[in-house]
């Protein structure tokens, strides 16, 4: 295993005490306990070496957002028993490549993708949970997708139930980001409705994937069960290249 910069652990450290001192008082605001709230370290950008520092810290669920940078970081942490949650939005063409080494994914948002998720997962004699991406803009209506990215509200029933029906597929629940210059509290009170409406049908659909570094309090008022933490735990992004 490669050698440790003690410098970026103690650093990223005293960011991971940091990001669950705030995850504790969101908590303990929301009257709910902290063990219901897992972290997913979104790595995007950031070396591999930062998934061993991660790992290190007890930290094993990671999220990637594109499969051109998440396939050859996995693959070069194949030795750690990690996670690994597929959170971006996802083209049908990179299903096969993703469903050999995610474990979630998130961002579940059309037939199309449902259909190819399961096909390379069957051919791969993997099981994937899926999460389906649900679009939070005010707008949103039918056919018309927010920059975020997500299904109509409207339409997350019969999605899940594509999911639901495929056998190497498990529905884990649903997954969104609060808009850009939105109220997040607005949103996720809106996907904390849409979440009840999935496990009122699919009792076993529990996760509520919600809230990054800047909204995670609010995510966790409206029952977010995974939060998805980049910069607060590993600092502001190197450029994205490609």
């Avoid at 996760?207 to 933490?229: C, K, N, P, Q, Y």
Wanted: proline share 5%.
């Amino acid at each position: 295993m490669p050698d440790l910069d003690p410098a970026r652990v103690e650093g990223v450290r005293a960011n991971l005490d940091a990001v669950r001192a705030r995850i504790d008082a969101a908590c303990a605001k929301a009257d709910r306990d902290p063990a219901e709230v897992s972290l997913i370290a979104v790595t995007k950008t950031y070396p591999a070496s930062d998934v061993r520092v991660l790992a290190s810290l007890g930290i094993t669920e990671v999220g990637e957002n594109r499969d051109q940078e998440a396939a050859p970081k996995a693959a070069a942490t194949a030795d750690l028993d990690l996670t690994w949650h597929f959170v971006g939005q996802l083209q049908t063409n990179k299903a096969r490549s993703v469903a050999s080494y995610a474990d979630v994914v998130h961002s579940v948002d059309r037939g199309r993708l449902v259909r190819a998720l399961g096909e390379r997962a069957a051919a791969a004699g993997r099981r994937l949970t899926c999460l389906v991406q649900v679009d939070l803009d005010a707008g949103a209506r039918s056919g018309v997708v927010g920059p975020r990215g997500g299904a109509d509200p409207a339409d997350i029933l019969e999605l899940a139930g594509r999911v639901e029906e495929h056998e190497a597929l498990t529905l884990g629940g649903v997954m969104a980001v609060a808009p850009r210059g939105g109220d997040p509290e607005a949103a996720f009170a809106r996907l904390e409705g849409v979440a009840r409406r999935v496990r009122d049908r699919y009792p076993r659909a529990t996760a509520v994937s919600a809230g990054m570094s800047g909204d995670l309090e609010e995510a966790i008022a409206h029952g977010a069960t995974h939060l998805r933490i980049g910069t607060a735990l590993l600092g502001e992004r190197p450029p994205l290249v490609g």
